[in-house]
């Protein structure tokens, strides 16, 4: 008896492990390569002209199979983002397509399902409206320097890419206002993804105000310790900005 | 029964005990941020001696010792220089940064530091680069989230470089918050009364007071004040211990 239980039970260890050590489904990690190295050309974080990392070297870097990788570059290089130049002194070079960026961010942006935009957006509420809550009860004066100056700087900034960059400094320091390392890189982590994608809705002059307006009230409430009120505008910012993605990509 | 040798009491407290070994702690990062000081300050000398303004190619000659200092000393986890901007001649800013690695290795902090690029190139109002240039005296800037450099939650221990007598940057080190704490808690949990050890806005750094936890405020004295005048003080029922030589306030419950 005992022996048959301990077979049954390795039998099902042994399925779930199998699960755990089967390979993540590759369509996924090619997508998530594609969007990682397309929205840091888009932020221009890859200049256009810039030689990548030989393949095997990106591979490593990214974590990800020299075949995964391929198929990446093959779907960057239909997208025009990057081109592939054979021979003594070829590589993959980041090459800027002549079609506006307005429509290349589109293209990106018809990558993304509405329901991982609306989960995106709701990761990114929770994490903004929990550094609001947290950052109302433990910043001081002082600390709300930074925000100031970001917020500043947004509505002085002219094209969307310096935009979308002081929005997400914005709420990368609202998590260190909180003083919480996990919330400040889990933003950062989330900026990364997004950033590329708010250019779209921060081109727009009366929104890019609007948007200011919001962080404006967000450190009225983390300064009076407000701490709900403050998460909450925080939330809602978040949410706002969300669903005009959403909008932009139903109008696709 | 004789006269009790009241001084020496008194320097003998618990508590003033304990607030000077703290002290000490962060002296000895201090030392590290002097001595990245000194090598800075010899070599721009050496350079300016040659008739010529630094690049940042000249700084690689500080790497030895910061690799020596991020190994030797124990609550460093993160050494350089940073340059003012406009010090070197090849690139506008610059942090000739070291830190240490999960498995004891050395590895430079390589930024993006071109405002094109990066929200984050303007490092100059940070408080590790603001407070000793614009104060001309060495500071302790934290605890706050480093998302510039480290992703930790920090202090950074920092003082002025100087060149022909203006500011050329600063020599910083990090400490780690969960390094610090490792360090000081032993002092804190051998006081009879809960304790915690606050910055000069009352920010907690480290603390054996579940009722006081890092990185949150305590309210009501005025610590900058204390501080200057380096005298113990009381407060509704606390007890506030200025450190010695370094801008934290031992407080006790």
């Keep these: 008896m005992h022996e048959v239980v301990t077979v049954i039970q390795q039998e099902s260890d042994g399925t779930a492990r199998r699960a755990v050590f089967s390979p993540v489904d590759n369509r996924a990690r090619v997508d998530a390569v594609v969007r990682r190295l397309g929205d840091a050309i888009e932020l221009g974080l890859l200049a256009d002209g810039e030689q990548l990392p030989g393949e095997s070297e990106l591979a490593a870097r990214l974590g990800v199979s020299t075949v995964t990788l391929r198929e990446a570059l093959m779907a960057l290089r239909q997208q025009g983002l990057v081109t592939t130049r054979r021979g003594r002194g070829g590589g993959s070079f980041v090459s800027l397509p002549e079609v506006p960026a307005d429509d290349r961010l589109r293209a990106r942006l018809r990558g993304w399902s509405t329901e991982e935009l609306r989960d995106l957006g709701d990761h990114w509420a929770a994490l903004s409206g929990a550094a609001a809550r947290l950052a109302a009860q433990r910043t001081e004066p002082e600390d709300l320097r930074q925000l100031r100056r970001t917020t500043e700087e947004l509505t002085q900034a002219r094209d969307a890419a310096a935009r979308s960059r002081l929005y997400g400094r914005f709420h990368v320091e609202l998590a260190a206002a909180a003083q919480s390392a996990r919330l400040t890189r889990e933003q950062v982590a989330l900026q990364s993804e997004i950033g590329a994608l708010l250019c779209l809705v921060l081109a727009d002059g009366a929104y890019r105000e609007e948007v200011a307006d919001r962080h404006r009230s967000v450190i009225s409430a983390v300064q009076d310790g407000a701490h709900e009120t403050a998460g909450t505008l925080a939330e809602r910012c978040v949410r706002e900005s969300t669903a005009r993605l959403v909008a932009v990509r139903l109008a696709l | ?253």
């Design chain 2, 1 to 253: 029964m004789g006269v009790r040798p009241g001084l020496a009491t008194l320097g003998a407290e618990p508590e003033t005990w304990v607030a000077t070994q703290v002290g000490g702690a962060l002296e000895a990062v201090f030392e590290t941020v002097a001595a990245t000081r000194a090598d800075t300050e010899a070599l721009l000398h050496r350079v300016a001696a040659q008739g010529r303004r630094p690049a940042s190619a000249d700084l690689a000659a500080l790497r030895p010792g910061l690799h020596l200092h991020l190994t030797r000393e124990k609550l460093v986890s993160g050494v350089g220089f940073v340059a003012a901007p406009g010090l070197l001649t090849d690139v506008p800013a610059w942090l000739e940064w070291w830190q240490s690695g999960a498995h004891g290795d050395v590895r430079p902090l390589l930024l993006d530091l071109d405002p094109g690029r990066s929200a984050y190139s303007d490092y100059t109002h940070w408080d590790w680069f603001a407070l000793p240039r614009d104060t001309g005296r060495r500071a302790v800037a934290g605890p706050y989230v480093d998302y510039l450099c480290s992703d930790e939650y920090s202090l950074t221990l920092s003082e002025p470089v100087r060149l022909q007598g203006g500011f050329a940057g600063v020599a910083a080190a990090d400490v780690y918050l969960r390094h610090f704490e490792t360090a000081v808690l032993p002092l804190l949990r051998r006081l009879s009364r809960p304790a915690h050890l606050v910055n000069a806005r009352g920010r907690v750094a480290a603390s054996a007071d579940p009722a006081h936890l890092a990185g949150s405020l305590t309210k009501g004295p005025d610590f900058g004040a204390l501080l200057s005048a380096a005298r113990p003080g009381v407060y509704g029922g606390m007890r506030l211990v200025p450190c010695r030589g370094v801008p934290l306030v031992l407080v006790l419950a």
